[in-house]
């Protein structure tokens, strides 16, 4: 769980995964263009290392078609976080 704080205290990785929110299966170059849009400048390298931490969090999953790498958000480990403290009126 511990993975999933980190990759969440990040800015762009949080901006990642509410760009993978809004359109799910997106390859690197897409997630790049729509983060430019929000005036994020990092380098294709730096994304692909903050989907690389999302991954490991297992936040992203991603799968292959053809050469192109296809980014998915994974909301499970999320629901482990609210399950280990719920809420109680």
Do not use: Y
């Amino acid at each position: 769980m511990g993975d999933v704080f980190r990759a969440l205290a990040d800015p762009t990785r949080r901006l990642i995964l509410d760009e993978l929110t809004l359109r799910d299966g997106q390859t690197l170059f897409e997630i790049c263009s729509r983060l430019i849009a929000h005036g994020n400048t990092s380098t294709r390298q730096a994304i692909s290392q903050h989907l690389a931490v999302l991954e490991e969090a297992g936040l992203v999953e991603s799968h292959r078609s053809g050469r192109t790498k296809i980014h998915h958000l994974n909301t499970e480990p999320l629901r482990s976080i609210t399950e280990r403290w719920p809420l109680t009126d």
